[in-house]
């Protein structure tokens, strides 16, 4: 997989969040949504919290901002975004997943497959 963006909140004070991280960030999302033409969609983690649980998202509406609130929600998190082929994928880190959690885009009609894989 090729690393094609990296990303750490904690490199942003809420002054600079606002004026240049946010947008850096919803711009990058973005173009790598555009890509892919999912319009609905859910992610899978592998290694998730400090329980390293695995889990499935609902489906959501495939947003940049959706998509950023459910990679990072309202914690310090540091993440990459990586790509292979088609395939998008995120590795996160925060305070309670120090060796990274693996986070997968899927388009929402693999839904059901991928549950079954998990649960």
Request: hydrophobic share 30%; charged share 30%.
């Amino acid at each position: 997989m090729k690393t094609i963006f990296k990303f750490n909140s904690g490199d942003y004070d809420n002054e600079d969040w606002n004026d240049f991280g946010h947008e850096e960030i919803m711009s990058v999302l973005q173009a790598e949504i555009d890509k892919t033409h999912i319009k609905t969609a859910f992610l899978t983690i592998k290694n998730g919290g400090w329980k390293k649980q695995n889990g499935i998202t609902p489906i959501f509406k495939l947003t940049a901002e959706n998509l950023y609130n459910k990679i990072c929600g309202s914690t310090d998190t540091s993440f990459k975004i990586m790509k292979e082929g088609h395939k998008l994928s995120f590795v996160r880190h925060t305070h309670d997943e120090p060796t990274g959690a693996t986070i997968s885009l899927h388009a929402s009609k693999w839904y059901e497959r991928e549950h079954k894989k998990i649960f």
